[in-house]
T-cell receptor
Framework: SQTIHQWPATLVQPVGSPLSLECTVE??????LYWYRQAAGRGLQLLFY??????ISSEVPQNLSASRPQDRQFILSSKKLLLSDSGFYLC???????????FGPGTRLTVT | AQSVTQLDSQVPVFEEAPVELRCNYS??????LFWYVQYPNQGLQLLLK??????LVKGINGFEAEFNKSQTSFHLRKPSVHISDTAEYFC??????????FGAGTTVTVRA
């Protein structure tokens, strides 16, 4: 069966510091991968998605970036965090050509 | 572009009572519809999906939803809720472009 991992689970970082969140999927090949952000009391905002290694589509202009160095690895990064980057970050995957997405456990980021 | 409106932000309900969570969507093309559940500080879990066929869809944990094309709705129902159904519920729509658009969510609080 497929599983999706995210780490770290929680993170507290000062403003201006760098960020790296990692997501990996097991048990499938060539998945579509997604990064979402969920702000307190709000729905999910799609940040990036990827249909293959090195292929990244950005949905919202911001100071975040994403990379996919391996087939089942998706990384969310920032060079300098802002207070507004605080939130719950969720990674998801779907099968290539599939519609339903499956979510990881999330990372709670607090920027202080 | 498609969009999703969840008509109730909070729904309090007593244990063993029925519950209905309302979801309306807008799209100029055919859609695929999903309901997800999120327990506190966790990722999203797929409850059910409508891709094609029967408009009445049954999911996990006793939930069901009905797709109504003329009313552009996909309401979620459960005939008898449990304390463990306390969570946030998200309706989502896709038009087969790898992306899901989510509603703002409905918080269900089940009381004894």
């Amino acid at each position: 069966s497929q599983t999706i991992h995210q780490w770290p689970a929680t993170l507290v970082q000062p403003v201006g510091s760098p960020l790296s969140l990692e997501c990996t999927v097991e048990g499938t090949s060539n998945p579509n991968l997604y990064w979402y952000r969920q702000a307190a009391g709000r729905g999910l905002q799609l940040l990036f998605y990827s249909v293959g290694i090195g292929q990244i589509s950005s949905e919202v202009p911001q100071n975040l970036s994403a990379s996919r160095p391996q087939d089942r690895q998706f990384i969310l990064s920032s060079k300098k965090l802002l207070l507004s980057d605080s939130g719950f970050y969720l990674c998801a995957w779907s099968a290539s050509g599939g519609l339903e997405q499956y979510f990881g456990p999330g990372t709670r980021l607090t920027v202080t | 572009a498609q969009s999703v409106t969840q008509l109730d932000s909070q729904v309090p309900v007593f244990e063993e009572a029925p519950v209905e969570l309302r979801c309306n969507y807008s799209s100029s093309v055919s859609v695929y519809l999903f309901w997800y559940v999120q327990y506190p500080n966790q990722g999203l879990q797929l409850l059910l999906k409508y891709l094609s066929g029967s408009t009445l869809v049954k999911g996990i944990n006793g939930f069901e939803a009905e797709f109504n094309k003329s009313q552009t709705s996909f309401h979620l129902r459960k005939p008898s809720v449990h304390i463990s159904d306390t969570a946030e519920y998200f309706c989502a729509v896709s038009v087969n472009d790898y992306k899901l658009s989510f509603g703002a969510g409905t918080t269900v609080t089940v009381r004894a």
